[in-house]
C-alpha cells in the first residue's frame, strides 16, 4: 500500500488496538492486520507508525511477515531492524492534521538478541538504547535497570550510573542504590523527592534531572 495508493484522507476501518491486551506479556508480540500495537498498525503488508490520516505513507523498508512489537514499550523490530519513534513530525494542513514516526530506526541494532529491559531502555547484549538513541559507551552485556518508582529512571553498568540517558559520574555502580523506605523520601504526584546513595555518599533525586548532595545518614 503506497502513499500513491491512498486518499488523501485514507483511514483503515475496523482497526483494533491490542496494547493493554499483550503489555503484560513482556515479549515479541506478531502483529497481524488490522492489529494497532504501541501505535503501529499494521495494513496488509504495509505497517504504519503513529497516526494513518491525510496520505502519510507506511513505514519503509520493513518486512511485515516477521514485524513484532514489545508492548508497553514503543519498540518494534522484524528479521532486519529494530525501530522506536525516534522522532515524530506533526503536519497541520487546512482541513486534516496527523503526526507520524519520521525517523523510526534504531541504529546498529541487532535484531535477533535486542530486548526491553523496561523504563524505555533496551539492548542488543553490546549496545543500549534509551528511547530509541544509542547510549554512547554503555556496556549492553552488564547493563541493568536499577527498581524505583514510576519517575525513577536509574540504571547501571560494570562502570556507570545513568539517569534516563545521561551519566551521573558521581556514583559508585557497584554500590549505587535506592531504599524506597527511607523517611527523606517524598512521594507526591507533581513534586516527587527521591533519596538515592551510594558506599560514600547520599543525594536528593528531584525528577526528572536534578540532583543535589545532602548528608549521608
Known amino acids: 500500500m503506497s502513499c500513491n495508493s491512498q ?67 514503543q519498540y518494534a523490530k522484524d528479521k532486519n531492524k529494530v525501530y522506536y519513534p525516534i522522532e515524530i513530525p506533526c503536519i497541520d494542513y ?22 526491553y529491559l523496561g523504563k524505555d531502555y533496551a539492548t542488543d547484549g553490546i549496545h543500549v ?10 556496556d549492553g552485556s552488564t547493563f541493568e535497570v536499577i527498581d524505583g518508582p514510576e519517575e ?14 545521561r551519566l551521573f559520574k558521581e556514583a559508585d555502580p557497584t554500590t549505587f542504590h535506592y531504599d524506597k523506605n527511607d523517611s527523606r523520601n517524598i512521594h507526591r504526584d507533581f513534586d516527587p523527592r527521591l533519596i538515592i546513595g551510594d558506599k560514600s555518599k547520599e543525594w536528593m533525586f528531584t525528577p526528572p534531572y536534578t540532583i543535589e548532595e545532602v548528608k549521608k545518614e
Not at 538504547?129 to 554503555?138: F, K, V
Not at 536509574?154 to 545513568?162: H, I, K, L, P, T
Open 7 to 73: 486518499g488523501k484522507y485514507y483511514s483503515p476501518i475496523g482497526i483494533a488496538d491490542k496494547t493493554d491486551e499483550f503489555k503484560e506479556l513482556d515479549q515479541w508480540t506478531a502483529l497481524e492486520s488490522k492489529i494497532s500495537i504501541d501505535d503501529y498498525t499494521r495494513v496488509g503488508d504495509s505497517i504504519f507508525c503513529g497516526e494513518i490520516s491525510c496520505n502519510i505513507g507506511p513505514m519503509e523498508g520493513v518486512d511485515a511477515s516477521t514485524f513484532k512489537v514489545w508492548a508497553g514499550s
Open 94 to 115: 487546512t482541513d486534516c492534521g496527523v503526526c507520524f514516526c519520521g525517523k523510526y530506526t534504531v541504529e546498529r541494532a541487532n535484531p535477533e538478541t535486542f530486548t
Open 152 to 165: 525513577f529512571f536509574f540504571a547501571r553498568d560494570s562502570r556507570n550510573v545513568y539517569v534516563h540517558n
Open 129 to 138: 538504547y534509551y528511547r530509541g538513541i544509542l547510549i554512547g559507551g554503555a
